[in-house]
C-alpha cells in the first residue's frame, strides 16, 4: 500500500495549497493512503473544527497532532466524535482524544499512532513506554502501524526509530518544521525519517514571518507572531508499505513549491 505523509500543515497557506495541488499529487503517484499533520493548521497553532474538516475532504485519510493540540478551545469539544484525528498517545490520561487510531481501508487495517516527544517539550508520559503499551493492545489488530513522532531532539527521533523497528511499519518525525535527509529502511523492516518538514509559506522562519522572528532573537523580547506570504512548499514523504509482512519496502521524501 502506498503512503503520503504531510509534514506540519501551517495555517491557510498550507491549507490551500493541499486543496490546490493535493489531488493532482494523489493521483500522479498512484498514493492510497493520506496522513498530515494538524497541530498548526489555524492560523498556525492548534486545529479548529471547521479546518479539521476542510483538510478531511481534501483527502486527508488521517491527522496527527503534537503540542499545540490543546491552543484551540474547540477541539475539546470535537476530538472525541471525530475518528480521523489522533493526539500523542503520552498526554495524561484525563485528557480526551485518543493516541491510536485503527482504519479499515480495501480490507487492510492501518493503525495510526501519534507520540510526543520529551526533550525540549512539555514532560508528559514515557514515549517508549506509551508505545509499549499501545503496541500491545495494537499488533493483532493492524497490518499496517504507522507512528508519527512529534519530537525536538533528533537523538530521541533516531532512538525511537530503532526501538520500534520490525514493530511499526513506518516512523515518521514531525515538529521541527524542517525536512531532514536521513530517510531509510533500518535492519528489521521499517521505514524512517527524523522530520517530514512543513507544509506551509516557503520565505519564513517555520512559517512564520521573517522579520519578526529576526526581531525576536535579536530582542528578546515577545512578539506577536504572524504567518509569512509568498510561495507555499509542500513537504512529505512518499512511502510503500507490504500489507502482507507490514514490512517497509521503500521511502522517499516529497518537495514541491507552489504559488498559490
Ligand atoms: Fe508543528
Ligand atoms: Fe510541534
Redesign the pocket.
Known amino acids: 500500500m502506498k503512503f503520503l505523509i504531510i509534514g506540519?500543515i501551517v495555517g491557510r497557506p498550507g491549507r490551500h495549497v493541499l486543496r490546490d495541488y493535493l489531488p493532482s499529487i494523489i493521483r500522479d503517484n498512484d498514493i492510497e493512503f493520506v496522513i498530515a499533520n494538524g497541530?498548526n493548521a489555524s492560523g498556525g497553532n492548534g486545529l479548529t473544527y471547521k479546518n479539521s474538516q476542510e483538510l478531511l475532504s481534501y483527502g486527508i485519510d488521517i491527522l496527527t497532532m503534537?503540542?499545540?493540540v490543546w491552543d484551540k478551545r474547540e477541539i475539546f469539544d470535537y476530538i472525541d466524535e471525530e475518528d480521523r484525528l489522533v493526539r500523542p498517545s503520552n498526554y495524561p490520561s484525563p485528557c480526551p482524544g485518543k493516541g491510536y487510531t485503527i482504519i479499515d481501508k480495501k480490507g487492510i487495517n492501518i493503525a495510526i499512532m501519534n507520540l510526543s516527544g520529551r526533550v525540549f517539550l512539555p514532560p508528559l508520559d514515557c514515549p517508549f513506554g506509551t508505545f509499549e503499551k499501545d503496541y500491545m493492545q495494537i499488533k493483532e489488530k493492524a497490518d499496517i502501524i504507522i507512528l508519527d513522532f512529534?519530537a525536538e531532539a533528533t537523538a530521541e527521533k533516531v532512538a525511537m526509530g530503532w526501538f520500534t523497528d520490525g514493530r511499526a511499519s513506518l516512523v515518521f518525525g514531525?515538529?521541527t518544521h524542517v525536512q531532514t535527509a536521513d530517510e531509510k529502511i533500518l535492519t528489521q523492516g521499517t521505514g524512517y525519517i527524523t522530520d517530514i518538514g512543513m507544509t506551509g509559506p516557503s520565505n519564513s522562519v517555520l512559517g512564520v514571518d521573517k522579520d519578526i522572528i529576526i526581531k525576536k532573537f535579536m530582542t528578546q523580547r515577545p512578539i506577536r507572531f504572524e504567518l509569512a506570504e509568498g510561495p507555499v512548499q509542500i513537504n512529505a514523504i512518499i512511502a510503500e508499505i507490504d500489507e502482507t509482512n507490514g514490512k517497509c519496502t521503500s521511502i522517499k521524501r516529497y518537495y514541491q513549491l507552489c504559488t498559490l
Open positions: 506540519d497541530e503534537g503540542n499545540h512529534h514531525t515538529h
